[in-house]
């Protein structure tokens, strides 16, 4: 008999769809010391750590795992994450804000507000270069959404080509290059030391004055710095936020009020229960058979 | 030698690409009296009807084209429209607002204003109902993109049944019914006698309480009375007008002040000249070689 720990703000939820999942020799306990799983939020379970003698498999209910690969944490165990389902989440969320930008939804309501019969032209989508920032599972379906969308995909990425919708691959030291061709750049990179403010001034520079920057990923990547001054300047068109670095913000940050610049507080991709549970089910399939489990974190490179 | 008369605001543009096309045995020429072949807007083409003995044939560079169709007015012709081209600018539309919608575009940019940290779950388009009233090429085209974010599609027609789609398609008198299960409705009639107020008060008070309606047909299909009572009493989420009647809406019009109404002054879709040329030239080429033309308008139908 497995006993399975639930560390998540929607217990209730996944108590029900992991029952309703009917997994055989599974039970769900509340005492950490006697469970071999755990399931839930990446925050939650860290504190929990060093109160998991029996700790076996961790299924992050989140992509990020950043609090559980933090250096000297234990490591004695399986870490898995999830993939898979946050690409077509995330995907309504980048073309709903590009979309909001080449459609000047918020210009267009102003107008309205003053009474102005606005005829100003429409951008599109359509033949426009989006850069990803990381091309994993969600990437590559911001790339798939693009191609729906008649787009162009660039890619920037360590070595890996994976994603055939990727019409040009870039890697290290080509990111200026990669950056220059861009209308929208789109990062969806994890937290990890090699992504620490990786888009800073220079690159920020590099983009088009009519570029758009989306951040999905994590807040670590952006210099806010840079990126409050390249607004400012007019040297970028516009840049969304749903992940800063810190969350939340504190009341006297200065992106608040950045001008341009529009903040969505972590909303971009909820867990949805009824999704992580499929990813949890078939990996404790494969936990009770002892075979390798999907989605494992390899904690030295964070992700 | 074949006489075009260009009517257009975009005529310089339309000059350049015809010539770049290089079509043979065609001159583009100024004086109507002189020209079988007319290319442009709908409403300018009409004023000049009497003025062109020649006219054998008319290329309309929208897909609307009541102003040719009003009765008492010449027959004597072959009017085609644009067809096939709309579907994807549509689609950046209609898809752009129903996601402001979902993912909260405005709410959330008026908490960052507030500087509060807005936690408040997003909407999915996944999984939703979208219901499209008029299933030609451009209804087709948004029924591919829902298709694309995983949504379902009800299709309301006269009796076709063409686009593969739509998941289940209803047809008079069972327009109730339709608008019942839908989460947005999505008009992109024609202007005709037969689409007169077809969203009337009825057809709002079937839909559910939180559906969102966009018209990007034409302004006659809503009763615009009926769509501000709804909106007013919250028996609508929002409505997104992009055609109204009359358009423009003179100032002291009530639907410029609607609660949660958006007014898109008839931006949604504009004629790209080296799209209709595209169609031009191929109509052209079918011209010359006496063959039928593509997209011909049936004047009794109106579209």
């Known amino acids: 008999m497995s006993k399975l720990l639930i560390v998540s703000r929607d217990a209730d939820e996944y108590v029900q769809c992991i029952r309703e999942a009917g997994l055989p020799d599974l039970e769900i306990a509340n005492d950490p010391a006697e469970c071999d799983i755990v399931l839930g939020e990446p925050r939650g ?18 992509a990020g795992v950043e609090y559980l690969v933090e250096p000297g944490q234990r490591r004695d165990y399986v870490l898995t994450n999830a993939r898979g389902v946050f690409g077509d989440l995330m995907s309504e969320y980048v073309f709903g804000y590009l979309l909001a930008h080449e459609k000047k939804i918020f210009e267009r309501f102003r107008a309205q507000q003053a009474k102005h019969w606005d005829r100003t032209e429409s951008g599109l ?3 426009k270069t989006l850069g990803l920032l990381g091309v994993g599972s969600i990437g590559s379906h911001l790339a ?9 995909v660039w890619g920037f990425t360590r070595a890996s080509e994976e994603c055939s919708d990727v019409d040009a691959y870039f890697h290290p ?3 200026l290059k990669f ?12 937290r990890t030391e090699g992504t620490n403010r990786i888009v800073n001034a220079e690159l920020l520079d590099a983009l088009p004055p009519h570029a758009v920057l989306i951040n999905v990923g994590r807040g670590n990547a952006v210099d806010n710095s840079a990126l409050i001054e390249a607004l400012t300047q007019g040297k970028l ?8 670095d810190p969350e939340p913000l504190p009341p006297e940050h200065p992106l608040w009020a950045a001008p341009n610049l529009y903040l969505t ?3 971009s991709a909820k867990s949805y229960p009824e999704d992580i549970t499929r990813i949890f ?8 058979e002892g075979k390798p489990l999907m989605y494992q974190v390899d904690f030295e490179r964070g992700y």
């Not at 798939?144 to 162009?152: D, I």
């Not at 950056?179 to 994890?190: F, I, N, R, S, T």
């Not at 089910?281 to 009770?288: I, K, S, T, W």
């Open 45 to 62: 379970i860290r504190d929990l750590l060093p109160r998991l003698p029996r700790l076996k498999w961790i299924q992050s209910v989140y």
């Open 237 to 244: 068109a516009a840049a969304v936020l749903d992940v800063t």
């Open 281 to 288: 089910a078939e990996n404790y399939r494969r936990y009770l």
């Open 173 to 175: 030291p080509d990111i």
């Open 144 to 152: 798939l959404t693009a191609k729906h969308f008649r787009m162009k």
């Open 125 to 127: 989508l359509r033949g």
């Open 265 to 267: 507080f972590h909303s």
């Open 179 to 190: 950056a220059k061709g861009l209308d929208y750049l789109v990062c969806v990179l994890p």
